[in-house]
């Protein structure tokens, strides 16, 4: 099956610093999703960006899908980005298109 | 819009009951609903993909006689352990999403179970 994989696995930041999370999948896709999940475990979507990019404030992803993989930009980071981020990749067709989540970035964000 | 709510959030059974979990759309019809478990400090994993008015499809080493989903609504899923055991204690999430207007899933807040 399609393998995702994050880095870094850990980060720690001080606040106010920017940082770049990637992701890199095994095959070619037909979407791309950028999740943050908060310490009480909700998923809050970030992006839907199967390519180019996207931004939302202090964050901003590129996917370049020709060469499979995504970035994460946060910037100015803040504590409340503290928490883990999957990348998340949607494979397959039609009833059976799925979502691949990568194995997460812990970032921790510091006075 | 996009909300989806799962229920209850927390939840602490005896090995061998049955647990029911709940998941609603509730601002938008859910063609397709996904559940997902979490263990500590891991990813999610899918465990099984169910359409409306439609048998569950579950993924590979998820047994379908313990797991019990149920989609019978295009607003709500249900997932039932069955015979819970305590290695079944996990983070479950579900999310939904409507086919119709593309594939971008939405999920719930998630339930912790707890199996003593």
């Known amino acids: 099956g399609i393998q995702v994989e994050q880095s870094p696995p850990d980060l720690i930041l001080q606040e106010g610093a920017n940082s770049t999370l990637r992701c890199n999948f095994s095959d070619s896709v037909n979407n791309l999703q950028w999740f943050h999940q908060n310490p009480w475990g909700q998923l809050i979507n970030l992006f839907y960006i199967p390519s180019g990019t996207k931004q939302n404030g202090r964050l901003s992803a590129t996917t370049v899908a020709t060469e499979r993989y995504s970035l994460l930009y946060i910037s100015s980071s803040q504590t409340t980005d503290s928490g883990v981020y999957f990348c998340?990749?949607?494979?397959?067709?039609?009833?059976?298109?799925?979502?691949?989540f990568g194995t997460g970035t812990r970032l921790q964000v510091t006075l | 819009g996009a909300v989806v709510s799962q229920h209850p959030s927390r939840v602490i059974c005896k090995s061998g009951t049955s647990v029911k979990i709940e998941c609603r759309s509730l601002?938008?019809?859910?063609?397709?609903m996904f559940w997902y478990r979490q263990f500590p400090k891991q990813s999610l994993m899918l465990m099984a993909t169910?359409?409306?008015?439609?048998?569950?499809?579950?993924e590979q080493g998820v047994e379908k006689d313990k797991f019990l989903i149920n989609h019978a609504s295009l607003t709500l899923s249900t997932l039932t352990v069955t015979s819970a055991h305590p290695e079944d204690s996990s983070f479950y999430i579900c999310?939904?999403?409507?086919?119709?207007?593309?594939?971008?899933?939405?999920f719930g807040p998630g339930t912790r179970l707890t199996v003593t």
């Open positions: 999310s939904a999403t409507n086919r119709d207007r593309g594939y971008e899933q939405y």
């Open positions: 169910s359409n409306e008015g439609s048998k569950a499809t579950y």
């Open positions: 998340a990749v949607e494979h397959g067709t039609g009833t059976a298109s799925k979502l691949t």
């Open positions: 601002d938008f019809q859910a063609t397709t």
